[in-house]
């Protein structure tokens, strides 16, 4: 008798297969690049400020580190409330409730807000412009990611359209992370 493999279970109740890896049915590139700029955040700071004469103050430090802790509070919070609706792909599950409280309340997407905080503190605790290029690419690549998943949302939930309108999508007030209407 075979063994439940609860990761696989996970994986196929998202969408993931080997074909949409292939031709991104579902969104799988653009989890990819986001997963890829992530995990590029632990490469070191370059050029180093010490190399350049500069010295990075203590309180950007700092500052930095309350922002990381606030991403991952904004996270923690967002994944709460979305519960068994959380999928990494932009494609929404099916079946799944419209969620428009808590973290929701404030941006249609708080996971992706979640992120573009912990990038930016990481850019505030280094000093690297090869970080804040990343934070850059990230708010390139999110941005993309949601407009996708709000296409399918719209035609997913008659509701979405008023929540659009209504609520911040990613950051408020800037316009690439924020498209209302």
């Known amino acids: 008798m075979t063994q439940p493999n609860p990761l696989r279970e996970r994986l196929t109740r998202w969408g993931f297969s080997w074909a949409g890896l292939r031709d991104n049915r579902h ?16 490469l070191p700071p370059e050029p180093s400020l010490q190399a350049l004469g500069w010295h990075w103050p203590l309180v950007w430090r700092g500052v930095g580190g309350v922002v990381v802790l606030i991403g991952v509070a904004v996270g923690a919070q967002a994944v709460f409330h979305l519960g068994d609706s959380l999928s990494p792909l932009p494609e929404p599950m099916p079946g799944a409730a419209l969620v428009t409280e808590g973290a929701y309340g404030r941006c249609r997407h708080p996971l992706y807000q979640s992120l573009l905080l912990c990038s930016l503190g990481v850019v505030l605790l280094l000093g690297s412009l090869l970080h804040l290029g990343l934070l850059l690419a990230l708010a390139l690549v999110l941005g993309w990611k949601a407009r996708r998943e709000e296409t ?30």
Do not use: K, S
Request: proline share 7%; hydrophobic share 50%.
């Open 152 to 181: 399918r949302l719209c035609a997913e939930h008659p509701d979405y359209a008023t929540y659009r309108q209504n609520t911040a999508a990613i950051v408020p007030f800037l316009p690439w992370l924020d498209w209302r209407g």
């Open 27 to 42: 969104g799988e590139w653009w989890l990819l690049a986001q997963m890829t700029l992530i995990a590029a955040h632990a």
